[in-house]
């Protein structure tokens, strides 16, 4: 019988092990071609004559655009790979959603270029705006999906999971179509503010945002504590 248990546990293993390992590479993947959207300046091309020092400046929004993406495929595999993390099994629901979930990472190369290439168009810029913010919106409502499936739906967390840490992990990762569909909403005032918005998401969520909210919590428990003490003295 605990043959029989060490086997069923080694292949749970090893089903997560697989999910993680393909998710790790459409995302290795994705990051790579990020960069394919910058254009290197040639010799031969026509407008070489310009000099390789202007080439390269005229391409400052193509930088932008990698930056934002290259930043934000790294909290999303941050955020894919703590959770996980936490699961002790997977499901066809997972497989999935999770597949919906890389088939945007896999997508996020397009709207990037297109941003890059359309951010100076005054009149075509929230269309690449709405694009590539629309993406990581729905993105985030997948993620919190899946998120809810497994943490509340099916219970494939593992036991030292605390409900509390659940709840942190919860509000952390609930707070990101929001901040994106605010975003959305900016892009139809200016555009500009939207990819201002985008770069606070990024640096916000580079952050141990988790770790901080739980910090916080702390912080007013001890504080709410230290009150009850102070008026029984």
């Known amino acids: 019988m605990q ?3 060490a086997g069923a546990s080694l292949e749970r293993d090893r089903d997560l092990g697989r999910v993680e390992a393909f998710s790790d590479g459409v995302f290795a993947f994705a990051a790579t071609l990020l960069a394919l959207s910058i254009h290197i300046p040639r010799l031969e091309d026509a407008d070489a004559s310009a000099g390789l020092q202007q080439l390269l400046v005229e391409q400052w929004p193509s930088y932008i655009a990698f930056a934002l ?5 790294g909290i999303v595999w941050t ?3 703590l959770m996980f993390s936490y699961l002790v099994r997977t499901d066809r629901v997972v497989l999935s959603l999770n597949l919906l979930l890389l088939m ?9 270029a297109v941003l890059g290439s359309w951010i ?6 929230p269309t690449a705006v709405l694009l590539y913010g629309g993406l990581f919106f729905v993105f985030g409502i997948l993620h919190n999906a899946l998120w809810w499936y497994v943490a509340y739906r099916a219970g494939m967390t593992r036991r030292d999971l605390t409900p509390r840490e659940r709840r942190t992990l919860t509000r952390a990762w609930a707070a990101g179509p929001v901040l994106y569909g605010l975003c959305l909403a900016l892009a139809l005032v ?5 990819i201002a918005g985008f770069a606070v998401i990024a ?8 770790q901080l909210f739980a910090l916080a919590q702390r ?3 001890n504080r709410r504590e230290g009150h009850r003490g102070t008026r029984t003295l």
């Open 69 to 73: 993406s290259f930043a934000n495929v």
């Open 120 to 125: 100076v168009s005054g009149r075509d810029r």
């Open 190 to 194: 200016d555009p500009r503010l939207s």
């Open 79 to 81: 955020n894919h790979h």
């Open 219 to 221: 912080t007013r428990r």
């Open 3 to 5: 043959q029989q248990n």
């Open 203 to 210: 640096i916000l969520y580079l952050l141990p945002t988790p």
């Open 104 to 112: 945007l990472v896999a997508f996020l190369p397009v709207p990037t």
